[in-house]
């Protein structure tokens, strides 16, 4: 990738990919529509949404098919980390 070569990382960071996931799961998503918009391997897919269903931002549903969705504490959570975020691209960028 062209940004590589700048110095520029183009990993996400695991806030990033929690917040990611939340956005995707803001209406009920099966696991492989997940995986697709999520660009992660089943493996790492499978460790967050495990992490995250244990941290209570996400749920199950099996009906009317087994889905994921976010809960109301993983609604907090964005909210808390979009009010945090121009501060921590300030602190970022200051390094």
Known sequence: MALRG???????????IMT?????VQQPQ???HIL?????????LSRYLDDMIEMGFLETR???????IITDKGK?????LDTKKPKIDLVQQSN
Do not use: A, C, H, W
């Open 6 to 16: 700048m110095g520029v990382s183009t990993r996400r960071d695991q806030l990033t």
């Open 20 to 24: 990611d996931l939340l956005e995707i």
């Open 30 to 32: 099966r696991l492989t």
């Open 36 to 44: 697709y918009k999520s660009n992660m391997s089943y493996g790492q």
């Open 62 to 68: 099996s009906k009317p098919f087994k889905s994921y």
């Open 76 to 80: 907090q959570f964005i909210l808390m």
